[in-house]
């Protein structure tokens, strides 16, 4: 397929009200969604899942990625869609065997234990073995008609070589810091191929379709401060350097995302970023106050609040927009993914919160 033919019809957005508020221009209400959103939470995401076969199946159906992309937005007034993928494609796409064990998460048959596996692995290419994503994007994009963005996303180069050296989920870390700390040249090798291979990835989205970007660093808060400077937040930045910031004749905002990282607010937004995800640890009011106007922030309700009685949401919600304050720069989110059993309809009470409640903050 030529690129022409693979190129996507680009309507006019309806609703940018999520790209405004991260490039901290007004808005008429705070944007919101939800990480996980297209999920096991909704009885429609299994029925599809089912339909696909396993987790990995979903993701390299550009028609049932796209379908699942939408599901939640059928149901909920959302500000933006985020592309249904894992983090995992670009070690997967790497040669290293990804597969799910039931209860235990994704592992990896061929781990990363030495050198000689860091000088095995080559940059995979965005339009060939990761070309799925691509497709998914694409699709996605031309089936959203313009209504909401699309989010296009990455797991940061220290979260991915952790599942790559660990051989799958971790709770101690002690492998990949056993390497960080015994052979750190073979760590930072690793993580400079896993950087220019996540520029490529998350460009290559952006030329696809994707209007926003976003690195998720799941377990960058497991560092110390001068770790996580050294093995996280330098090829991040590396990251921000080499992205796209423009397409479609508008900015590609992008946002970083370390979980436990909110001690290191200051040092993420000095990377060049236009946007810091916050998780529900960190009080948004102080955050804001940290980090001034110098980026815009994204979160931070705790994903267990979903479970509580619709008045206790609302609280929850009115009392973090509060905290933020007047005026843009503020994108309603989780702390982190929405939890698989919680129920739809607590959801749908948390984004028409966030847009009821938000209206006399943008006055």
Request: negative net charge.
């Amino acid at each position: 397929m030529s690129q022409n033919e693979n190129s996507v019809a680009k309507p006019a957005l309806k609703n940018d009200r999520y790209l405004r508020a991260l490039l901290k221009q007004p808005v008429d209400v705070t944007p919101v969604w939800m990480m996980r959103q297209a999920g096991r939470y909704l009885p429609e995401y299994k029925a599809t899942r089912a339909e696909a076969g396993d987790f990995m199946s979903l993701c390299k159906n550009a028609e049932l990625a796209c379908e699942v992309t939408l599901q939640p937005l059928r149901r909920f007034p959302l500000d933006a869609a985020i592309l249904f993928s894992d983090i995992l494609t670009i070690p997967d796409a790497m040669g290293l065997g990804l597969y799910f064990e039931t209860g235990e998460g994704p592992r990896f048959k061929n781990p990363i234990t030495c050198k000689a596996d860091v000088d095995k692995i080559g940059l995979p290419d965005p339009e060939g073995e990761l070309q799925y994503v691509m497709n998914a994007v694409r699709t996605i994009r031309r089936e959203l008609k313009g209504d909401v963005p699309l989010i296009g996303f990455s797991g940061s180069p220290w979260t991915l070589a952790t599942y790559m050296v660990e051989g799958g989920s971790s709770k101690a870390f002690t492998k990949i810091k056993k390497m960080a700390f015994a052979e750190p040249a073979t760590l930072h090798a690793l993580l400079a191929k896993l950087a220019d291979s996540v520029t490529e990835y998350l460009n290559a989205q952006i030329a696809a379709g994707a209007q926003s970007v976003m690195v998720f660093d799941t377990w960058g808060g497991v560092l110390s401060p001068r770790d996580y400077n050294e093995f996280s937040l330098q090829y991040m930045a590396r990251i921000v350097d080499g992205l796209t910031r423009e397409a479609d004749g508008r900015k590609v905002p992008v946002t970083l995302f370390t979980k436990n990282g909110g001690m290191w607010l200051e040092s993420i937004a000095a990377t060049g970023c236009d946007a810091v995800g916050l998780d529900w640890t960190i009080d948004i009011e102080n955050a804001r106050a940290r980090v001034g106007d110098k980026v815009a922030l994204q979160g931070n309700m705790d994903p267990s609040m979903l479970y509580a009685p619709a008045q206790r949401i609302r609280e929850e919600v009115a009392h973090i927009l509060k905290g933020y304050g007047n005026g843009s720069g503020h994108v309603f989110n989780l702390g982190h993914g929405i939890h698989l059993d919680v129920p739809p309809e607590n959801a749908g009470v948390f984004v028409n919160a966030v847009h009821e409640l938000s209206q006399p903050y943008h006055k």
